[in-house]
């Protein structure tokens, strides 16, 4: 195979059009270039062009996971799970291979923009401000798929629930303490925002509502 033309892309700098006799082209980086010794008019073997395939995929795949880093933070099991999901739409370009995700994910560990303890403090201190509590927190960790080898230095990073409690309370109930129903509704909606029982029952006391031990208020 005979390569007719090698020029730089005008859209994507550090990347190269190579133009193949039979009307292919082919897109690969600066290094590609340098390793294979890539010049206009070179004849290329099978070999060679099965390894600049390969090439090539892997920087499809690597320039799909920096696209999905670029649109927003990710765990590196959220950033592999993308890329390896079938297509809805058959135009786009094919999943990854779990290989091909691994070694981007790999790459871009290197690099430093995949990071899951990192991301995972990320998670822990929005949820945290949002007045989220420790279940929650961890629910959102486990959702997103960060390694539990992360989850303690984060949830390091989460406001003191008490805090979290009161300013739900103040804002819920608005310095009303009387009605029992109200205090039942604000108590379960912490605790869907997972605050334990008894973070939330020293919370309602705290508001000076009474609460019983059985949780009767």
Known sequence: MRLNKLEPSRRVRGRWLLFLDNGEILRVGEREVADFGLYAGMELGE???EALAVCVRRGEVREKALELLAARQRSRKELVDKLTARPRDREKE???A???AEEAADWLEELGYLNDGEYAKNVV???SAKGYGPAKLRDELYRRGVPREYWDAALEQAEDPAAGIDAFLLHKLRG??????ALKRAADALARRG????DIKDGL???GARVEEDGDF
Request: charged share 40%; proline share 12%; glycine share 0%.
């Open 125 to 127: 201190e929005h949820y």
């Open 47 to 49: 070999e060679q062009l």
């Open 94 to 96: 094919p999943a990854a």
């Open 195 to 198: 605050y334990r029982w008894e």
């Open 205 to 207: 006391r705290r508001y």
């Open 98 to 100: 779990p290989a091909e």
């Open 176 to 181: 009303e303490t009387a009605d029992p129903r």
